[in-house]
């Protein structure tokens, strides 16, 4: 697996991490949710193959760039999926009651204020 690859793998399993510790979810449970919920995949196991086989889009490859190099896309991805992440994650029992901008900022290490902005963003 090529470096960017690996950069890739491990900023989802970051990402895990920390919905897990947000959420007090087990690590399995948040790959599930970041796997099906955020990068709609059906499953983590699929979402890995993707990324470790480069087949992952550049749409959803973004999410996975810890410095947030492509920032217009990044802007473009988060206001196309809002309202489905909203949704999604209102329906699963161990994110009830945790808003959507603080699991995405924690997910993507964005400041919540400066996530507000963009989604507010006409």
Known sequence: MSEGKSR??????????????????????????????????????KLKSAIEKGELPEIKACLLDWEHEDTALLISVIKTNWQDWSINFSQIKYLKGIETKKIISHILKIDELELEKVINQD
């Open 8 to 45: 890739l793998l491990r900023t989802a399993q970051r990402q895990a991490r920390a919905l897990s510790d947000l959420s007090g979810c087990k690590l399995n449970q948040a790959q599930m949710t970041l796997a099906i919920d955020v990068f709609g995949y059906m499953s983590w196991a």
